[in-house]
Structures are given as structure tokens and as C-alpha cells.
């Protein structure tokens, strides 16, 4: 019914429209039967999705080429905290801490996530921290030649491990895996973004806060994109 809503000029429009729709739904329902005000609630929505009109292509979070796709929305919904927006760039395990300091629970040392509770107050910035990150698979190797893949081709490259409760990545699967995956250094306002089958290299200075205008050429290489990319060598043990 959304997509043949009139109102909306296009899918985009639509999908936004359905997504407010129901988390409106939800947030009804807590509001009506008493339980907003008993709890703690916390959205968080999946990778972009978008055209690249350098590349003619579609992004679908799938690489850090495309680092705006990989951009989420975090919201904590609770009822000591008035309403307000946060631009601070952030991470997804950052959810932990901040739910345990929200309720007076100690935070285990010797995790990477920072509690957001300080930055929801006002009190405290996360701007400059370092952060690593890599893609999974490539999209583009999967659909190379319009001949699809399907899951299970990928699952195949997998053992599971029932003792652990994991998922190991066989010997055999482990260097064709790791060609085709893309790897990303953030810190402070230098973004590298490498991927060693492709041989592709981009570093660039960045603004977190708007990462969509990571600049589409690479720039010189510099002193500090030498030291990064030295890093992302050693932390993914390439």
C-alpha cells in the first residue's frame, strides 16, 4: 500500500514511510499498555543502501569503496533522558556499556566499547577515536558475469563447531575469502580504506559526520596514509 501511496514521489519515499509506520506500531503499543516508562528501548537500523554516481552502480553496504552505505541511526529511547539528536560518529558496540552504566551496572574493563551515556548528557565527545573494520564477502566477485551465487556456495567455506557454538572458516576457503574482503581505518579526520585482491587504495581526509563526502579520487599519499595503511597491515594480519 505504501508504493501506491501517491503522496510518495518515489520507493525511497515509500520505504521511509512504512518504516516510520511501524515502529510507530511499536512504540503505540509500549506507550498504551504502561511499559515506555518501565523501559529502555533501542533502534538501531541496518547499512545504507543507495546509486553511486561516480561508479554506476549500486551500494549495498557491501565495501568501504562506498563508505556512506555503511552509515547507520542509533536511537536510545528512555525516559530519563529527554528527546535530543546526536551527529557524533560512533559504534555499534558502543550499545553495550551505554545500557549497563544506564542502569547503574558496572562496566567490564577491557572491552572496546565506550559507554554514549556522557555524550547523551552532553558531557563527553567520541570525536577522533580509531576504529577498525572489515567488509564480508564482496558483492561484486558474487555477481561477477551475472552468474549468481547462492548461499549455500558460501556456507560451504564454513565449518561449525557445536562444542564452541561457532562458525570456522575451513583452511582450505581461508585465502579466497580473504581477497575478497575490503578493510577500513578510521582516525581522527583520515579515512584508508584498502582491499589487497583489487589492489585498491583510497586515503583521505574524512568528516564522520558526513562520510558521503569522502572524496571519490585518491588523494597523494602521505607520511600518515603510509603509518595507516601499516597498521591495517598488522591488525588484519595481511
Known sequence: PFNRNPAFSNPGEACIAMTDSQINAFLDYFQKSGLLKKSTLILLSDHGDGWDNHLNTVSHGSDFDNIWANKVILSFINTGYPPKQIVNLVRTIDIYPTILEMHNIKVPGGIDGKSLLGLIKGEDETDG?????????????????????NV???????LYEPREKLALLKDEAYADVLKRKWYLLIEADTALIYNPFYHKLRCAPIDGLKPEEFPFALES??????EMLKKIKEFNDL
Open 221 to 226: 599519499p602521505t607520511e600518515k596514509c603510509s
Open 152 to 158: 549455500s556456495s558460501e556456507a560451504r567455506s564454513f
Open 129 to 149: 577515536r580509531t576504529l577498525f573494520a572489515e567488509s564480508g564477502f564482496d558483492i561484486r566477485q558474487k555477481y561477477a558475469g551475472q552468474n549468481l551465487l
